[in-house]
């Protein structure tokens, strides 16, 4: 297995589900999940859902050779809520809906739950509070890149700050969020995108707020 679809399959691990039965009832914060290969802990958040995260160390971007600086944060990969039914469902960002895709064609995993999967504006969302997002938009300057699997853009505004687009293929006009890190130090939704930043910094879904 590539070292994300060994995420994915991490996620959907029958003592992994059977933790997050148990932390929902327990109200658990934090419980670890046993794994040799990688750092993964279940997060209770306070919208009562539970993120399964993964421990990473990333660059902030905002260095060269020697001054390259780097940031720890857990990583959201997916996260389990309460359904209209009372059982528990699972949501995959969107930066792992393939290798999901892939595992469950070739029966490598078999789902116990139902998955449900984000809309591209939601994970948009995800993707410009990203610290990848975040760390390019630091920089002051126009970037391409990649976040939560989706292909990003920042742009320089007029009035002088970085606001975040989505590639045109996706068909999203408009930017998502306005970095005002050095007019005010803060980064921002777009008007109308409020509802879902606030239910996603909820959710602890947007790491950009994550770091340790």
């Known amino acids: 297995m590539t070292p994300k679809q060994e995420m994915v399959a991490a996620l959907l691990d029958t003592k992994v589900l059977q933790d997050v039965t148990k932390q929902f009832r327990s109200k658990q914060e934090i419980v670890p999940v046993d794994n040799s290969e990688m750092d993964y802990r279940l997060f209770l958040t306070g919208a009562n859902t539970i993120n ?3 421990l ?13 600086s780097y940031i720890t944060l857990f990583k959201p990969i997916g996260f389990f809520h309460i359904g209209k039914k ?13 290798e999901l895709d892939f595992l469950i064609k070739t029966r490598m995993v078999s789902p116990q739950i139902e998955i449900n999967k984000l809309s591209i504006i939601e994970n948009a969302i995800i993707a410009a509070f990203s610290n990848v997002a975040v760390s390019h938009a630091q920089r002051y300057e126009d970037a391409v890149f990649k976040a939560n699997g989706l292909s990003c853009e920042i742009w320089m505004a007029n009035e002088g ?9 996706y068909n999203i006009n408009g930017p998502i969020a306005a970095y005002l890190i050095k007019q005010q130090g803060t980064i921002n939704p777009i ?15 947007l790491s950009a707020f994550k770091r340790l």
């Open 52 to 54: 399964f995260e993964l």
């Open 161 to 169: 700050f970085p606001q975040f687009f989505l590639d045109d293929s």
């Open 86 to 98: 009372q059982e528990v469902e699972l949501t995959v960002l969107y930066e792992f809906e393939k």
């Open 56 to 68: 990473v160390t990333m660059p902030t971007y905002t260095g060269v050779g020697d001054n390259q």
């Open 191 to 205: 008007v109308g995108y409020e509802s879902l930043f606030n239910e996603f910094h909820e959710k602890s879904l």
